[in-house]
């Protein structure tokens, strides 16, 4: 089990990365963030409507099961949001330089850390 420090340091060893964070989307609240690319702060707040529309456009449409994770793909960055499983209204997002990241290997790392994130 990993608290959010070591999981965002975990996510920022990936290749190509540029900032992390864990993010109560029911508040917008920052629980924990390292690095940048963007400003972190209000992307967790604007990312957090994105996760409650989500949410509440599959329960319109009666869509079962959990969001695994989303991929926001901009021209020089990727952008991936994994709401946690074992932690109710909480997210990993992750900021990548597209230049540089290996999508599939950093949504498996977001996975593994989602997984041991203890909070």
Not at 1 to 12: A, G, Q, T, V
Not at 27 to 52: C, R, W
Not at 79 to 108: C, G, M, Q, W
């Amino acid at each position: 089990m990993s608290n959010i420090n070591e999981s965002l340091n975990e996510l920022m060893d990936l290749d190509g990365a540029m900032g992390a964070c864990i993010v109560d989307y029911m508040s917008g609240m920052v629980l924990g963030m390292i690095g940048g690319g963007v400003d972190l702060e209000l992307a967790a707040a604007g990312n957090s409507q994105v996760v409650k529309a989500k949410v509440a456009t599959m329960k319109s449409l009666d869509i079962k099961g959990e969001i695994e994770d989303m991929l926001i793909t901009l021209e020089s960055q990727l952008h991936i949001i994994r709401p946690t499983a074992s932690h109710e209204d909480l997210f990993i997002y992750l900021v990548l330089d597209k230049s540089k990241a290996n999508l599939a290997l950093a949504r498996r790392k977001v996975q593994s850390v989602e997984k041991t994130l203890e909070v």
